[in-house]
């Protein structure tokens, strides 16, 4: 992952705060309550076109006295970062993006390879503390605040040949999923099957079939250790007890199921960067984005039956004005 040029260890956990949601959207006295907000930013919030609606409002100084905890995870680290490479988006980045995350930002979360890890290898499941250590974080936010304008920046060039594989794994996937909509088209041809006379396949019985198979092969391809059998089994047995890697697995067997399912969407290269990103709502109640098209349906689908909530940029603004 690009991120692990950028990011360390994992370190401190912080504590879990409910807020009381109704329909997906928040309870005006929860809101209002003095308990922290936490909160995933998706990238599109620091834009151009959107930054503004979140700098000029009260969002630092509610940073900074509790009120709300930004969420930053290695996915919206990394994808930020990716503005550097971008001549006409980098002074925002280096003069206005970087400094307003540092300066709003309570602990950074560790890359997920290094999360799994605690929480597999380690057998710390639930307990497993997913932050970037202390120290490892100040010197992050000490070199960030050195990142130069010209475009020499060491770090970004050091990560190039990682962020080269993400893409590859980018287009690889959604060529996988292309060929996943052709094998069910074939089938469906050869079976002359329909939604309304065989119905769709259902979600839940498809992830309750598929999770073991996958979460073990993710396992033997993905975790360093020395044994990954028994790292599996662990595993299986208290699949909920490792939060960040099971989503991990369900986030990728969500990936077929919608090019099984929904062969008419477009394919969406970002698809499991935007499930990445919201892994992070296991710890957090609220995701911001401006995203229409594959992050609001799978936020629907997955997160938004588990009480969180969803905001545009300007909807944030609005809400938070109210604490």
């Not at 990394?78 to 503005?83: H, I, K, L, N, V």
Request: proline share 3%.
């Amino acid at each position: 992952m690009a991120a692990r040029h950028f990011l360390q260890i994992v370190g401190v956990d912080l504590p879990t705060t409910q807020l009381i949601f109704s329909r997906g959207l928040i309870n005006e006295n929860a809101a209002m309550s003095k308990v922290s907000l936490r909160v995933v930013f998706d990238t599109n919030a620091f834009t151009p076109d959107h930054f503004d609606l979140i700098a000029m409002g009260p969002l630092a100084s509610l940073c900074r006295t509790g009120r709300i905890t930004p969420v930053y995870g290695h996915v919206f680290l990394e994808e930020t970062f990716r503005a550097y490479g971008l001549a006409n988006k980098r002074e925002d980045l280096v003069n206005r993006w970087i400094p307003f995350i540092a300066s709003t930002v309570n602990r950074f979360c560790e890359d997920f390879l290094t999360i799994w890890h605690r929480e597999l290898v380690q057998a710390r499941g639930t307990r497993a503390n997913i932050y970037m250590r202390l120290h490892a974080q100040r010197k992050l936010i000490d070199r960030l605040a050195q990142v130069p304008l010209d475009g020499t920046w060491r770090a970004w060039h050091m990560s190039m040949e990682a962020r080269e594989v993400e893409d590859k794994k980018r287009a690889a996937q959604r060529e996988t999923s292309k060929e996943i909509r052709q094998e069910v088209a074939d089938w469906r041809k050869a079976v002359n099957y329909t939604p309304n006379k065989n119905g769709i396949v259902d979600y839940a019985q498809y992830l309750k079939t598929e999770i073991d198979h996958a979460g073990r092969a993710f396992i033997a391809a993905q975790i360093k250790c020395s044994n990954p059998l028994e790292v599996a089994n662990r595993w299986s047995r208290s699949k909920r007890n490792f939060p960040y890697f099971t989503t991990f697995v369900e986030n990728m067997l969500y990936i077929g199921y919608c090019a099984m399912t929904r062969p008419n969407d477009k394919i969406d290269l970002n698809a499991q960067a935007d499930l990445d990103l919201m892994t992070h709502l296991l710890r957090a109640e609220v995701l911001v984005s401006n995203e229409t098209g594959f992050l609001r349906k799978a936020f629907d689908d997955i997160w938004r039956p588990r009480g969180k909530a969803i905001f545009t940029s300007q909807e944030f603004v609005s809400l938070i004005a109210k604490l």
